[in-house]
């Protein structure tokens, strides 16, 4: 059975849902912007005073950047140990690679490989988090 007339219009569905949906965001976004500054600064200073954390919910966490990057040069190197895997290491010629007795093992290790590196990057990435708090 071929799935790639499904894939197609899924694919598509979901990149229309995704544009619409930062679109609906957006104009959210600028609403409450513009009843935050048609605000007077002393119903301002009364919500910062009811609630002390305003700062920190408005600013950007520095370190939320460390989970993706670490995610990222996780899977890279993944994907480098599967390419130096099926160039170097294993024991096969030319375009049977995929055939016989390594065709599965070769598509398993091409999967598994960049999703393990990407787990042991997030993985160090929970361990700086922790280590910096």
Not at 24 to 47: G, N, Q
Not at 105 to 122: E, K, Q, R, V, Y
């Amino acid at each position: 059975m071929d799935l790639t007339p499904v894939l197609i219009v899924a694919t598509i569905f979901y990149f229309i849902y995704a544009i619409w949906d930062r679109i609906a965001t957006r104009k959210e976004r600028v609403k409450l912007l513009e009843s935050i500054a048609t605000m007077d600064p002393e119903t301002l200073a009364t919500l910062k005073n009811i609630n002390p954390s305003w700062e920190v919910m408005v600013k950007k966490d520095p370190k939320g950047i460390l989970r993706p990057a670490c995610l990222l040069i996780g899977l890279g190197l993944g994907l480098m140990v599967v390419w130096m895997g099926l160039t170097y290491w294993l024991p096969y010629n030319g375009a049977d690679c995929f055939d016989g007795t390594y065709g599965f093992i070769n598509s398993f290790l091409m999967l598994a490989t960049p999703l393990f590196f990407g787990g042991l990057g997030l993985l160090v990435a929970y361990l700086v988090e922790r280590r910096q708090k």
